[in-house]
């Protein structure tokens, strides 16, 4: 029997939708408020946002943050900036242009309505970052600077130098603190969320783990917001941070929360590439460069054997002999297409062996003739800290002059390379942000609701912070309006107490395992896999290959894991293994959808449906809807696929171009 998928969209043209929403959606007055309680698991920007929000209209909010403090959330390593349609450049933006650039780098697979909400929020997004003192950037007359992003043909992206994420973060949580201090909101630091609570077919609680003590504990309230992130780390080389994980996602899947578009994993283009194999992360070098810097390969094969043998640099290569393919293949966008065009584009010219480092899988990211226009002290004071880090990292100076040949200065180029780091599936949620589990909401990167399958640059730090602050706590409210006669839940209930047992005994089942591998070695596997068969480009025979390798190393991880110390007190290894159990069952399903879906799409690539020019060819007839998988009791058995048909009124769904 197909399920039908009600997204709640509201009636009406698509700019009037949330506005009609708002007037007719249900409230709770302010003293009801009080007599309400709602955990916010996560304390990114977009659980930070949401928090302090919800504390600040009179909810008691509980407050889970798996590091010591809310100010180590990964939202600090997003570098390039925060979209807004400002338009303060005065170069043709409008919260429409915003909404049609949002909804064509998705190439068409986002919720039209969604992405068009989100678009009207943005502006009021910088209003109250400002109010609350973000350090942005600004213009010699005061007002706020703007740079380009990839996909957009505008200035619309605000930012704090190469830092926007953690002067951003520290807004959020100067407002939680605020919350915190007032008794409205109660923060719990080190405490990872290890279950979902249901009672009556609703989300009421949560088992969690404290890390210090070892101990599981219970928590009820009358609604529970998710806001843990992305799943990025299933790949184990990724540009996340060691602790990210996608736990709580999987707990609220095993619970019966659809999982939509998992196969949407975003490649970002400009990382340091991997040098060993003794890395356990990658480092992102942020978008905003594209900005000034241009990214090239050598023309000559033989240059490109040079470089990769280490006898030529790449300021050895005179301009002539530099191949701009970025530039060359996308005229109107050059340099800053979209990640997935760009990252597809360098995979491409590696693969032909242009690659210009000695393992052959890394362009250039080249300042020179910028340096040269506008002088190295304005490159360094828009990217000085991003130099700092590729230095410190690399040992190469990108500001240094580095050549001269016919006049001609060249500067040390960057070396970038692919990888993974955002992810653009996640828990599905209608129009209110509510899964298919009711009193369960999901905000930010752990929902799957705006950027359809691909991420544009700087629209991560839009959509947590649009979600925490200006949506959520509208939408919450619908729900919660006639919960206000519920009293408040004892955590005595047996819902709970099953709910302890089944996690201390799956605790109980890995500390008994004593095998031989550690958590990092099959992680380590997993990744090899993930990037192998479900990475930039995808195959029908490579998922099924990965399928059948996942079920062993499922089997491996079951039969074989050692963790040392115990269940008592810290145990980092016991931690990550917890969360490496819910990697394999997510590595699966992004294979099982990405295997489902024969087009390509965004960062979704199946090299078996692709134009002669190598684009990703859609198929809007048969694949134009939400992939949206339910869990079946087990993960060893594979999930069943529901479809949520997109509905497009105002923007017409054609083939991306970013060439004219």
């Known amino acids: 029997m197909t399920k039908i998928i009600d997204s709640k969209i509201p009636e009406g043209p698509v700019a009037e939708k949330w506005t009609n929403y708002k007037a007719h959606q249900k409230l709770v007055n302010p003293a009801n408020k009080r007599r309400l309680d709602i955990i916010v698991v996560g304390t990114g920007l977009a659980g930070a946002s949401a928090a302090a929000s919800l504390g600040e209209m009179g909810f008691k909010v509980f407050n889970f943050c798996i590091q010591d403090s809310p100010r180590r959330a990964h939202s600090i390593a997003a570098q390039g900036g925060i979209n807004a349609a400002k338009n303060y450049q005065n170069d043709g933006d409008s ?102 609570v249901m009672v009556d077919g609703r989300a009421r609680g949560i088992i969690a783990r404290n890390l210090v003590t070892g101990k599981l504990e219970r928590f009820a309230a009358h609604a529970v917001v998710i806001a843990t992130g992305g799943y990025g780390n299933t790949y184990f080389l990724s540009t996340n941070a060691m602790g990210c994980n996608c736990s709580a996602a999987m707990q609220c899947y095993r619970k019966g929360a659809y999982f939509a578009n998992p196969a949407y994993v975003q490649i970002h283009p400009t990382c340091i590439p991997v040098h060993g194999d003794k890395q356990s992360k990658l480092t992102l070098m942020s978008e905003s460069l594209r900005n000034d810097g241009r990214i090239w390969v050598p023309k000559k094969l033989e240059d490109a054997k040079a470089l990769q043998a280490g006898t030529k640099k790449g300021s050895d290569i005179p301009e002539e002999d530099r191949d701009y393919y970025l530039e060359r293949r996308y005229p109107a966008f050059g340099n800053l297409v979209p990640r997935d065009v760009a990252s597809r584009a360098a995979k491409e010219r590696c693969d032909k062996g242009f690659g210009v480092n000695n393992t052959g899988l890394a362009v250039f990211l080249d300042f020179s003739e910028s340096i040269e226009r506008l002088g190295i002290d304005v490159v360094l004071q828009r990217y000085g800290n991003l130099f700092d880090m590729y230095e410190e990292i690399t040992d190469v100076n990108p500001g240094k002059l580095a050549n001269e040949i016919n006049g001609v200065k060249y500067y040390n180029p960057m070396m970038i390379y692919p990888a993974i780091h955002y992810t ?141 110390g115990s269940t008592e007190g810290v145990n980092i290894e016991l931690e990550k293994a917890l969360r490496l159990n819910d990697f394999i069952t997510m590595g699966e399903l992004i294979a099982y959808d990405a295997l489902n879906r024969n087009e390509s799409c965004g960062g979704h690539f199946r090299e078996e449906y692709q134009t002669e020019e190598g684009e990703a060819k859609r198929d809007d007839e048969n694949y134009f809807y939400v992939s949206c998988w339910e869990y079946q009791g087990s993960d060893d058995v594979a999930p069943v696929l529901y479809k949520e048909p997109l509905v497009y009124e105002a923007i017409k769904v054609q083939t991306r171009n970013y060439k004219s």
């Open 95 to 196: 919260v429409y242009r915003l909404f049609y650039d949002t909804v064509k780098g998705g190439d068409y697979r986002a919720r039209e309505a969604n992405v068009y909400r989100l678009a009207e929020v943005s502006n009021n997004i910088i209003d109250q970052c400002v109010a609350q003192g973000v350090p942005f950037a600004r213009e010699y007359g005061g007002m706020l600077a703007n740079r380009s992003f990839g996909g957009a043909q505008v200035s619309r992206t605000f930012y704090a130098k190469g830092q926007t994420g953690q002067q951003l973060l520290l807004g959020a949580y100067s407002a939680l603190s605020c919350q915190v201090n007032a008794g409205t909101v109660k923060l719990f630091t080190r405490y990872e969320m290890m279950d979902l």
């Open 424 to 564: 653009m599936g996640g828990i599905w949620v209608d129009y209110e942000l509510q899964t298919s589990i009711k009193g369960l909401f999901a905000i930010g990167e752990c929902n799957f609701s705006d950027h359809g399958a691909n991420r544009l640059g700087a629209s991560a730090l839009m959509q947590g912070l649009a979600d925490g602050y200006f949506v959520l706590p509208y939408t919450i409210q619908n729900y919660l309006a006639d919960q206000i006669t519920v009293p408040r839940f004892s955590t005595e209930l047996p819902e709970f107490a099953e709910a302890e047992k089944a996690v201390q005994a799956r605790i109980d089942h890995l500390m008994g395992i004593k095998g031989k591998e550690s958590v990092d070695s099959i992680h380590k596997k997993l990744g090899h896999i993930m990037w192998e068969y479900v990475g930039m480009g995808r195959t029908e025979e490579g998922l099924k290959t990965a399928l059948k390798l996942l079920k062993e190393i499922r089997q491996e991880f079951e039969t074989n894991l050692f963790i040392p």
